[in-house]
């Protein structure tokens, strides 16, 4: 009895040398797991020609509405509708009846006055007719010479011609229609489609800023390629003819606040109509130290603002608040932010956060076309090692 409480000092001595001896197992079986690798991208700068792409809409070259300019019955009309025509070529025949009547009653008259304003001409010199009486005599003739010339006139406008080529539409009169030439409906619309033009509405905004870029230097000018344009149809295939820009409207449209710009195309297979509606895509600049970065290394934060994640010279993540304006294929095109040299994270974002040290590798998911889905295969291993550790 005298000697219990001595063991019990003992075994509670033991017990505590064991559960330290086993506190300092567990803490050399677990070791710190190495830093994540990311996969990254060295930005370099590169010269990059700034496209605009605009919606536009199509516009016949040229646009001549056939209308009569004398009074009559139509009696032929002498072309198919929807058919091209050239200039110069009879549409319609009106009835010329009353206007050859007309041309010939002048002819007489100028006839009878030219010979009363002869034998004046011998007269007046012989003083048997006075001054006055020939130069009246002179004056009728020349008025009926006058009216033999509009006679004429009306008589070959009974021949309705097509003023340009071109394609013609719908004939809106028919063989006996009466027509006059102070009618306000059209008997047919010619439109010339080859060449055609393409008018596109660009912001103001856009295009003060353009300027302002060019002007800095931040943009140089695309040079003999910089008033081409090319063209998406609404079916989103490509035209394979390229257009050029023609000019740019002097004023802005107070309601929408945009410019017209004019491109003019050939189409000599008449693939454009006018009304169509294309995007036209136009060259604006050159932006000689362009960065581009891979889509898969920005994203956004809740406000929306675009970021991106960097491995520092210490291998450590910092995040980077940017500009992107634009997609450039698989790359945003940075503003500011991000310069040449910068090591932006595309491979590996689900495992790190800023301030995080990383071990760097080259990006595998970053190709043109198809890129492969971000992933970080080294964490993983890690994580077992440090499992079994344990576990041991």
Known sequence: M?????????????????????????????????????????????????????????????????????????????????????????????????YDATANSARATLQSAKSLADRYKQLVNEQAVSRQEYDTATASAQEAQAAVQTAEINLRYTKVLAPISGRIGRSSITEGALVNNAQTDAMAVIQQLDPIYVDV?????????????????????????????KLTLEDDSPYPQEGKLEFSEVSVDQTTGSVTLRAKFPNPNHTLLPGMFVHARLQSGVQAAAILVPQQGVTRDLKGTPTSLIVNKDNKVELRQIVAT??????????????????????????????????????????????????APAPAPATEKAASSKGE
């Open 326 to 375: 634009r997609t450039v294929g698989n790359d945003w095109l940075v503003e500011s932010g991000l310069s040449a040299g910068d090591r932006v994270i595309t491979e590996g974002l689900q495992y790190i956060k800023p301030g995080a040290e990383v071990k760097v590798a080259d990006a595998t998911n970053v190709k043109p076309a198809n890129p492969v889905p971000a992933t």
């Open 201 to 229: 509405v660009q912001s103001s905004a856009d295009l003060i800023k353009l300027r302002r870029e060019l002007e800095s230097g931040q943009l140089q000018k695309a040079g003999d390629n910089a008033a081409k344009v």
């Open 2 to 98: 005298h000697f219990k409480p001595a063991v019990s000092v003992l075994v509670t001595a033991v017990a505590l040398a064991s559960l330290l001896s086993g506190c300092d197992q567990k803490q050399q079986a677990a070791p710190a797991p190495p830093p994540p690798q990311v996969g990254v991208v060295t930005l370099q700068t590169q010269s990059y020609t700034l496209t605009t792409e605009l919606p536009g809409r199509t516009t016949a070259y040229r646009v001549a509405e056939v209308r009569p300019q004398v009074n009559g019955i139509i009696l032929k009309r002498l072309f198919t509708e929807g058919s091209d025509v050239k200039a110069g070529d009879q549409l319609y025949q009106i009835d010329p009846a009353i």
